[in-house]
């Protein structure tokens, strides 16, 4: 795979690198260092990608690491400036089922983010997140269930 | 609704990225790695790591049974220095490589991300010699061998029982104009939280490429690592091969440690506390609640996370604890470290509770409580559930 068509490949990929970044750290410059660094690390990389059909999965890989790493930092940061409900109060243009997601517990969010709204097939997932076939399976499947149970709550109020 | 109704990117967000991947185009392959993003990332994980050294004013790290307290100057001082916070230097250990063991291939955790290549590293490719583990992460560092100048071995996992932690290791690439370091000195630092001993021996995973300027410290993914050879690889980043390296930390006799202590907490529940130990930067403690069947039925809920069966979803409401000192300080979330786990982000129930046959249940939190001062010689720990402190689930732990 070539720069130029990595370049390509994050840029048609904008929309899912905010999503996927959005569901794990929801503060909006967490989102974008998070972002920003993965394209560095992607491009830093691109010649260990051997299979270019692997080249968003292994994307994706990178930015949920570097999530992953900016929320390590900011969950034990010593001052108190990052919580992982905020910004929700100005997020009024986020919709319902946005916010029916940030509910979900975050073992469950990420897969059931990658699966339904990405559009991953789960032996992907199981690529991206190293957990196995049935730990996504299963985390599916709660995830779903809370999901459900809570737009049902939102709809009886 | 599509994807787009489900989360609308923001304009700015989309010339970021376009912004970026220009640079990453525009960029020549030595400026790489300078990124703003990248340097102020590194400085603020580092920031906070200072800080909590300088707060502990002493755990240290004790590497291999027969360590030295030599009075050399650290290259890790400098790897600290460079961030402009403090640190203390008395800290540092040197290792023994005597006490260090090389092996070709992963450990068996990693197995399936083995390559098979024609080359065996059973040789040492750098010399570990500098240690620093203040009670909860792990400085390393290390020179490259004369064999192994032409070769950098990265990791960013390492396993200690069989549990893998997470963290980097590799060599200084990108940050020897600022740090004064040279390319074939290695950091690494790692996480390591809820170990049970301050005794352990680590096993380091690393994948060997050929040195290059192209090389970065952080570890591809598996996904990566598991793609077969293709022909349009550059060699310089073909895996050579694998290595893991094991070596000893013992902290053990750095760390003061109290006998166990049994508390009855009412008339139907009683605490243990054990490996209560402690250090200059906090106090570490088991605590095992042993809830009989009646108290069970009634506490056991404050006990877990609430989940969707009991209908509460608006976020889990789990357990947490309140710890208050005989000298009246009064902890706050950021000092109280339940089942630690920093080196993840994955979920862990702060109170692993198991149910017995005869109804009864012990409920177990492994507790670090952060810059606890020295005079302190009692502790308060309540239970928390929602928010609420419930009174009738107090413990107060004797620190003589």
């Known amino acids: 795979m070539t720069k130029e068509d990595l370049g ?18 929801r503060n909006e410059t967490d989102c974008e260092d998070a972002v920003s660094e993965a394209i560095v690390k992607s491009f830093d990389k691109i010649n260990t990608l051997q299979h270019a059909s692997y080249a968003k999965t292994w994307l994706v890989r990178i930015l949920i690491n570097e999530c992953y790493r900016i929320y390590r930092q900011k969950q034990f940061a010593p001052s108190n400036d990052f919580t992982f409900k905020e910004n929700l109060s100005n997020e009024a243009d986020y919709s319902e089922l946005y916010h029916a997601m940030m509910q979900l517990d975050d073992k469950y969010r990420i897969p059931v983010e990658l699966y339904y709204i990405e559009g991953y097939k789960i032996h992907e997932i199981t690529d991206i997140l190293n957990r196995s076939e049935g730990t996504i399976k299963s985390q599916l499947a709660r995830g779903r269930q809370q999901l459900r149970k809570y737009l049902e709550s939102e709809a009886a109020q | 609704m599509n994807n787009n109704d489900y989360l609308k990117t923001p304009e700015h967000f989309k010339m970021l990225v376009e912004s970026k991947v220009n640079e990453q185009l525009n960029a ?31 755990v240290i790290a004790i590497i291999t049974t027969t360590s030295v307290f030599a009075a050399k100057h650290f290259r890790l001082s400098d ?25 070709n291939g992963f ?47 990265i990791t960013s996992r390492i396993f200690i029982n069989g549990t893998q932690y997470i963290g980097d290791f590799g060599r200084l690439l990108g940050q020897t104009e600022t740090n004064g370091f040279n390319q074939d000195e290695y950091v ?46 550059t060699p310089a980043l073909i895996r050579q091969g694998q290595q893991t390296v094991s070596f000893k930390v013992t902290a053990a006799d750095r760390v003061l440690s109290y006998t166990d202590q049994q508390v009855t907490v009412n008339s139907d529940v009683t605490a243990d506390i054990s490996d209560l130990k402690r250090t200059e930067l906090g106090i570490r403690l088991n605590l095992t609640w042993h809830l009989d069947a009646s108290a069970a039925e009634r506490y056991l809920y404050d006990f877990e996370y609430t989940d969707e069966e009991n209908d509460n979803l608006s976020g889990y409401a789990k357990p947490d604890y309140q710890v208050t000192d005989d000298k009246g300080t009064n902890y706050g979330n950021d000092q109280i470290h339940i089942n630690q786990i920093q080196a993840t982000s994955e979920d862990v129930d702060p109170v692993l509770v198991i149910r017995n046959e005869d109804g009864s249940a012990d409920c177990i939190s492994k507790i670090f409580i952060s810059d606890m001062p020295e005079d302190a010689k009692q502790l308060t720990l309540q239970l928390k559930h929602n928010g609420q402190a419930i009174d009738e689930m107090t413990v107060e732990i004797l620190l003589k």
């Open chain 1, 8 to 25: 390509n490949l994050i840029i048609a990929s904008t929309d899912s690198l905010y999503r996927i970044s959005k569901s794990i750290l």
């Open chain 2, 28 to 58: 020549p392959n030595s400026d790489k790695k300078k990124t703003t993003t990248s340097i102020q990332a590194k400085k603020e994980k580092s920031g906070y790591h200072f800080k909590k050294i300088a707060a502990a004013a002493a």
């Open chain 2, 79 to 103: 790897y600290f220095e460079s961030s402009t916070e403090t640190y203390n230097e008395s800290y540092m250990e040197t290792i023994d490589n005597r006490d260090i063991s090389v092996k």
């Open chain 2, 107 to 153: 450990p068996e955790q990693m197995k399936q991300f083995e390559q098979n290549t024609n080359k065996v590293f059973d040789e040492p490719l750098f010399t570990l010699t500098e240690a620093y583990y203040d009670g909860n992460y792990l400085y390393i560092y290390a020179k490259a061998t004369d064999a192994g100048q032409e070769y950098d071995a």
């Open chain 2, 188 to 233: 690494g630092t790692f996480a390591l939280d809820g170990l049970e001993s301050d005794n352990f021996t680590i096993e380091m995973p690393l994948s060997i490429y050929l040195a290059s300027e192209e090389t970065s410290v952080t570890e591809t993914s598996a996904v990566v690592e598991n793609d077969s050879a293709d022909n349009t690889v």
